[in-house]
């Protein structure tokens, strides 16, 4: 009899110590939103009660997994139970990652600038180096990054980005102009060939014969300007120049952001991975944690 409940135990234990890592294998792949299911029945047949950090946890997954929206619904669940010091700690890091998917540079910053546990202080100051980075501040280059970064640092502090104002308003002066500067010259072509034939248009509508298509010889006289097509002259302008010239302004600013984004991408990226692992070294070991 003794034998069959030792043989029991050793049997329920080797498949808790399975499922656990299976779990971490699973943590290991990458392959979150797999083990937050796992993280669930592991939990529950274990009968632990859900605090603080059982919310957390399943927040911290669903953020590692892409679903923001969950991790949101389930950090809002904290409201309901006692937040101890590690889970105020866990609860500013993954909101921090929040915001930080999303760009939000100052929010993500704010979220763990009052923590200073280990690994939390080395974040911040990587996520600080990535914004003023993002913003082009005058930083100097952390000793402690990879060659490859620190390359792609040199050559990003060289570059300059555009202006999407300047790009606006150049277009603003002739169509084309801000996309030109911005880099994009096909665009440029585009919109400046665009707009300057809508423009041939609307003259032509307004110095031809009202009754004809032959051009008129221009008479500075009352009666001159009283047989005008203007409902034609109008039409074109609101329909043909104006649509363009706005959209030539249009253009120019979101080409200016997106050559930005472009110089952003070649020469940050490394950074913005090295930032991003080191959410979910932290996010990964506090799920595994006890």
Not at 37 to 45: A, L, P, S
Not at 136 to 147: C, G, N, Q, T, W
């Amino acid at each position: 009899m003794r034998l069959k409940i030792i043989i029991l135990i050793l049997f329920f234990s080797l498949t808790i110590l399975s499922e656990e890592n299976y779990f971490t294998k699973l943590l290991n792949e990458k392959d979150y939103f797999r083990a937050i299911g796992e993280f669930k029945r592991i939990y529950f047949e274990k009968g632990y009660e859900k605090n603080c950090k059982y919310y957390l946890k399943i927040s911290s997954l669903y953020a590692l997994s892409g679903y923001d929206t969950f991790s949101f619904k389930y950090l809002d669940l904290l409201t309901e139970v006692d937040l101890s010091e590690s889970c105020f700690v866990y609860d500013g890091v993954v909101r921090s990652y929040l915001n930080f998917k999303r760009g939000d540079f100052n929010s993500a910053i704010f979220e763990i600038e009052d923590f200073k546990t280990d690994g939390v202080d080395t974040l911040m100051l990587l996520l600080d180096f990535l914004k003023k980075n993002v913003y082009k501040e005058s930083v100097k280059i952390l000793d402690f990054l990879d060659d490859s970064i620190k390359n792609d640092l040199k050559g990003y502090q060289k570059v300059k980005l555009k202006s999407p104002e300047f790009s606006f308003a150049l277009s603003s002066f002739l169509p084309g102009l801000g996309e030109f500067y911005s880099g994009y010259p096909s665009f440029a072509l585009r919109d400046f060939l665009l707009t300057t034939f809508s423009n041939i248009l609307f003259l032509y509508s307004f110095f031809k014969d009202p009754k004809g298509y032959k051009l008129e010889k221009f008479e500075l006289s009352l009666d001159y300007f009283k047989n005008r097509d203007y409902f034609l002259t109008l039409f074109i302008y609101s329909s043909l120049v104006s649509r363009f010239q706005n959209g030539s302004k249009s253009n120019a600013y979101t080409l200016a952001l997106k050559r930005n984004e472009e110089i952003r991408k070649k020469y940050l990226t490394k950074l913005y991975n090295l930032v991003e692992k080191k959410y979910q070294d932290i996010l990964v070991d506090f799920v595994l944690s006890y």
